[in-house]
Every structure is written in C-alpha cells, then in structure tokens.
C-alpha cells in the first residue's frame, strides 16, 4: 500500500511503501524551550482557512500545543498515535472523547511514519505520527544542537590538551616533546579516557602508557569524579 506524503500548500508529493521518519530514536530536543513559528507558512495554510471557515478556531490552539509537545518528544517532532496518551498532550486529560471529537481536525497533515534505530518495548508498542513541516524544523533543530555539542566537545579536549602541554613545561619533558601535537594529543586522550586529572603523576603515566617514556611513577590515585 502507497503512503502518500503531502507538503501542505505545496506541490510536493513523495510517494513511497514507507514514511521513514528523517529522526531516529533517541534524537530528541527535551532541553530546548523553543522553537521556530513560519508566520506567512501557517497564515497562509489549508489547516488556518478549514479550521476558521468551518467554526473549529479551538482546533488552531489544540493544533499549536500538539506541535509544541511534539518536539519534547522520542524522536524530535512526532507524536504517539494513541488515543489516551494524545488527550494527555493536547490537554484534554481524562476527557478521551472530547479528544477524539477534536481529533480529525487538529491533526491535519499528521500521519504514520516508522522510526529507525534501537527501539525499546514499550516504544515498538506504540505506532508514531509525524508531520512533513514539523519533521523539517526537527532535523535542523537537531542538527543545529548536534554542531554545538560537537563544538563544545572541541573546547573541552582542546582545554586538556592546553593543560598537558602546560604540565610538560612544568616537568621538564624534552621540548621536542611537549611540542609534538601527536604526542600532546596522545596524552590528552589517555587521560581523558581514564577520567584522570592533568596532574604530575598522571601526566608521567600517560607518558609511560601512550608514548612509551618511562619516568618513575607511582602508584596513582587522582580519578576525576567529574570530567573537565
């Protein structure tokens, strides 16, 4: 049977057997608090003129909430096709038929997608709801917070490696060394790895492990509870 995916006010069709959604489980975006409202797009789309010409101005406010909910959620920008858990969501609690009046409407342009990647029980139980515009601003929500995981992992690292570099100054190493990007980086990772502080000893011992330098080194017992 074809799925056929409709971009609203569009001329965009993807025809295909499966909807696979562009997120996997686990791309979520729970620690955002926003996110981005097209103003002409909604304005101007088939979902505003039915709800307004046919009496169901609620149906927009439903709408925006399941669209706002809708990101807090596994994978980013769906929903869970089920009944008691969308009056939940949309806020209807305990009245499961008022929701179910409201259904139809509120979900314009929201239809069945798989998810890719490691699924639980408890999330293979429950068939998912994706919709084509909210799908878009998910994945480049999620790219946008991935670039800056990745850029703030990069400052994390680049900081060790500064603080190795540092420390082998301090103990005297061979400046040929301390001045070898591989051999600080290396060390870096060594530690990094071992949950290790940057500290005399520890550096000695990377040194010994990483590089093969055996300087006299004790035993240590400085982990890191924390990262740095």
């Known amino acids: ?43 101007t789309s088939d979902f505003i003129a039915y709800s307004v010409a046919e009496g169901r101005r609620g149906d927009i406010g439903t709408a925006l909430i399941l669209w706002s909910e809708s990101f807090k959620q596994d994978p980013a920008g769906t929903l869970p096709d089920d009944d008691v858990q969308l009056a ?7 009245d499961i ?6 259904r139809e409407g509120v979900l ?5 997608t798989q998810i890719d990647g490691e699924s639980t029980r408890s999330r293979a139980r429950t068939q998912r709801l994706g919709h084509a515009v909210i799908s878009e601003i998910a994945l ?18 680049a900081q060790v490696r500064s603080r190795v570099r540092k420390k082998l100054s301090v103990l005297k190493v061979a400046r040929h060394i301390r001045e070898s ?32 330098l055996r300087p006299h080194v004790h035993q240590l017992d400085a982990h890191r509870e924390a990262r740095e």
């Open 1 to 43: 049977m074809e799925a056929r995916m409709h971009y609203a006010d569009d001329d965009t069709e993807l025809i295909s057997e499966t909807w696979w959604y562009p997120l996997q489980w686990g791309d979520t975006l729970s620690n955002h608090d926003w996110i981005p409202l097209y103003i002409n797009r909604l304005l």
């Open 108 to 112: 314009h342009g929201w239809q069945a």
């Open 97 to 102: 038929e008022g929701w179910k009046a409201a």
């Open 140 to 157: 480049d929500m999620h790219r946008r917070k991935s670039g800056r995981d990745q850029a703030r992992e990069a400052g994390r690292l």
């Open 181 to 212: 990007d591989q051999i600080v980086q290396a060390v870096a990772s060594y530690l990094d790895t071992s949950n290790l502080y940057v500290t005399d000893d520890n550096v000695r011992l990377a040194l010994e492990e990483t590089v093969g």
């Open 88 to 94: 939940q969501i949309a806020r209807f609690g305990s």
